[in-house]
T-cell receptor, first 114, second 113 residues
Framework: DVKVTQSSRYLVKRTGEKVFLECVQD?????MFWYRQDPGLGLRLIYF???????EKGDIPEGYSVSREKKERFSLILESASTNQTSMYLC?????????????FGSGTRLTVV | AQSVTQPDIHITVSEGASLELRCNYS??????LFWYVQSPGQGLQLLLK??????LVQGIKGFEAEFKRSQSSFNLRKPSVHWSDAAEYFC???????????FGAGTILRVKS
């Protein structure tokens, strides 16, 4: 069964910590995405990557960075966690030309920053 | 730029009743449209998608959606709701050969027995 795996379901971190959220896909997809999900706001795109070592900013990149050293792995980095980054983080992947195929999502990481 | 509006934040229906969730999109060309469902604490699962052709599309779990170009809508329907359908539903739009989907804010469905 093909899938997208997010390494942690729940994380609690302290303000100011550097936080790494990991995502791995086994479908050989070129595109990978990081979204955050907040009540009433839906999914907002943080960053996406369409190839190894390539990245593009989404709608809300401030306070985040990403790394894609291997095709199957896409990491989201919170350089200095803040309480307003408490949220559900969703990773997704797709083949090129997303519109034709849609995304496959991971189960999400619920991050709490205290 | 694409955008998606889901006018209803919450909807409550009785088990066995019919369901319609609304979705309106804004996009200059022919859109590629999706409905996803998210059960509590889970990621999003694709219910159905529309690319072209028949404007009534069938999906998993007994859901269907109808594309109406004149109304810029892609409403999701189910004739008889089950308690297990309680979840959050997201509509999304994509561009032809584009790489990104734009999501609506979601509609939370509650099912009462």
């Amino acid at each position: 069964d093909v899938k997208v795996t997010q390494s942690s379901r729940y994380l609690v971190k302290r303000t100011g910590e550097k936080v790494f959220l990991e995502c791995v896909q086994d479908m050989d997809h070129e595109n990978m995405f990081w979204y955050r999900q907040d009540p009433g706001l839906g999914l907002r795109l943080i960053y996406f990557s369409y190839d190894v070592k390539m990245k593009e900013k989404g709608d809300i990149p401030e306070g985040y960075s990403v790394s894609r050293e291997k095709k199957e792995r896409f990491s989201l980095i919170l350089e200095s966690a803040s309480t307003n980054q408490t949220s559900m983080y969703l990773c997704a992947s797709s083949r090129p030309g997303t519109a034709n195929y849609g995304y496959t999502f991971g189960s999400g990481t619920r991050l709490t920053v205290v | 730029a694409q955008s998606v509006t889901q006018p209803d934040i919450h909807i409550t229906v009785s088990e066995g009743a019919s369901l319609e969730l609304r979705c309106n999109y804004s996009y200059g060309a022919t859109p590629y449209l999706f409905w996803y469902v998210q059960s509590p604490g889970q990621g999003l699962q694709l219910l159905l998608k529309y690319f072209s052709g028949d404007t009534l599309v069938q999906g998993i779990k007994g859901f269907e959606a109808e594309f109406k170009r004149s109304q810029s809508s892609f409403n999701l329907r189910k004739p008889s709701v089950h308690w297990s359908d309680a979840a959050e539903y997201f509509c999304a739009v994509g561009a032809n050969r584009g790489n990104k989907l734009v999501f609506g804010a979601g509609t939370i469905l509650r099912v009462k027995s």
